[in-house]
């Protein structure tokens, strides 16, 4: 089950991922300079209106944000992209490789 202990934790390695300080994002998400560290302190929580924000400003989906078996989904939804752009052929072959290395 999700809490509020993995909102803010998962909300702090996203951000460590992307190597920018919890000032920095704070600011460029339009709040106070200690938004990001209070919601990542656990002494407060986002708005729905800011959990969109900061799946914005960190590159990811909402759902991603939540769905604990992915660590790095801004990577993954990067990967996702890159595979859209493969042949039938090209996919089938990158399909048989993943399962092999299974």
């Known amino acids: 089950m999700i809490d509020a ?13 992307k190597n920018i300080s919890a000032r920095d994002m704070s600011l460029s998400l339009g709040q106070s300079q200690s938004y990001i560290n209070n919601i990542e302190n656990k002494k407060a929580l986002p708005s729905v209106q800011m959990f969109l924000y ?20 801004s ?26 290395m299974k």
């Open 5 to 17: 202990d993995f909102i803010s934790d998962r909300i702090a390695k996203l951000r460590t991922e």
């Open 54 to 73: 900061i799946c914005e400003f960190l590159g990811v989906e909402l759902k991603d944000l939540f769905e604990e078996g992915v660590a790095s989904p």
């Open 75 to 100: 990577t993954l939804n990067e990967d996702i992209a890159e595979l859209k752009s493969l042949s039938p052929k090209q996919f089938d072959l990158l399909t048989a490789l993943a399962k092999e």
